[in-house]
């Protein structure tokens, strides 16, 4: 399980692909270059990121990191949309929940939804 602000990490870095310096990171992330290294070096340690002569970037584990909650974020937006909510509320509540779903119960609720293929947005599930 990874936390927002650890995928908020995950998605800039991914993004920002071979200009994944430190500096541009805090820069987008918003913060100053310590606490952003401070930031990586936690992920480094759960092994979700490594640096690479300048650059940091995403190791497998943290590419599937990012693809399981994008995965939660379509499922769980597809159920509050499906259940009659607009679209802008039931992505504004998949963004709160999406990093808190283990994939075990995202799987019971995809399930549980008729197996969707496409989220509101058209993405696919
Ligand atoms: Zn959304």
């Known amino acids: 399980m990874i936390s927002k602000k650890e995928l908020r990490y995950l998605v800039v870095i991914a993004e920002l692909g071979e200009e994944a310096r430190l500096s541009k990171i805090s820069e987008r992330i918003g913060v100053k270059p310590p606490s952003a290294l401070e930031e990586i070096n936690h992920l480094i340690s759960k092994g979700l990121v490594f640096r690479l002569n300048n650059l940091v970037k995403l190791t497998e584990k943290g590419k599937e990191e990012v693809k399981r909650v994008e995965r939660a974020h379509r499922i769980i937006e597809y159920v509050f949309y499906n259940g009659g909510m607009n679209i802008e509320r039931a992505c504004e509540i998949a963004s709160e929940l999406d ?9 019971a609720l995809f399930i549980t939804a008729g197996r969707p293929k496409k989220c509101p947005h058209g993405k696919d599930i």
Do not use: K, T, V, Y
């Open 99 to 107: 990093c808190l779903f283990p994939s075990d119960a995202i799987e």
